[in-house]
């Protein structure tokens, strides 16, 4: 199997599990995450030799799929007390991905949920993009998910407004 094909299987089974996990909640929800730690955790998880330097960079450090990562990979569902994270899925052991979408979903479900997720964009990430080299055109292929319009942020309120919204008010009672 080439490595396009292999990342398009990587793109094809997340959007299937994001469009399922996302089927029957009302509310996405962000863990508690350093966004740093989990982009370097998904450049790591890459098992030895299958995350070369193209370049300068490593093959899948990208500005678009670190941008996918930081904003998204946090994000979970929650249905019937159960945590969903946008990395639980599965994918052929030979795969390249595998390990690193298992290390992903383990360290996303080890952090506590903390948050309504706010998103202002139905895609979240970008398809493909182009690059002219002196031998042709290049696509490179990147994370990205079409959300349903449910979990939008549309509104003029800004993502803390929403958050706010979402939470339950407390009555908190003070003796003086």
């Known amino acids: 199997m080439k490595d396009i094909d292999r990342f398009i299987t990587l793109e094809s089974a997340m959007r299937e599990h994001v469009n399922l996990m996302t089927k029957d909640v009302k509310s996405l929800f962000v863990t508690d995450t350093d966004r740093d730690v ?14 070369e330097i193209v370049k300068t960079r490593t093959e899948h450090d990208c500005s678009a799929c670190r941008h996918f990562v930081k904003a998204f990979g946090n994000v979970v569902s929650i249905k019937n007390g159960v945590i969903t994270s946008i990395w639980d899925f599965d994918l052929p052991i030979d795969s390249r991905y595998a390990p690193v979408v298992k290390a992903l979903a383990t360290y996303i479900k080890s952090q506590p949920v903390i948050d309504i ?38 509104s003029r309120a800004t993502a803390a407004t929403v958050r706010g919204g979402a939470r339950p008010c407390e009555r908190v009672e003070r003796s003086f």
């Open 38 to 51: 989990l982009w370097n955790l998904y450049l790591s998880s890459f098992p030895k030799g299958t995350n």
């Open 117 to 154: 997720a706010t998103i202002d964009s139905s895609q979240i990430g970008v398809e493909k993009n182009f690059e002219k080299t002196e031998s042709g055109i290049i696509t490179w292929e990147h994370l990205h998910v079409l959300l349903p319009a449910k979990f939008i942020n549309c």
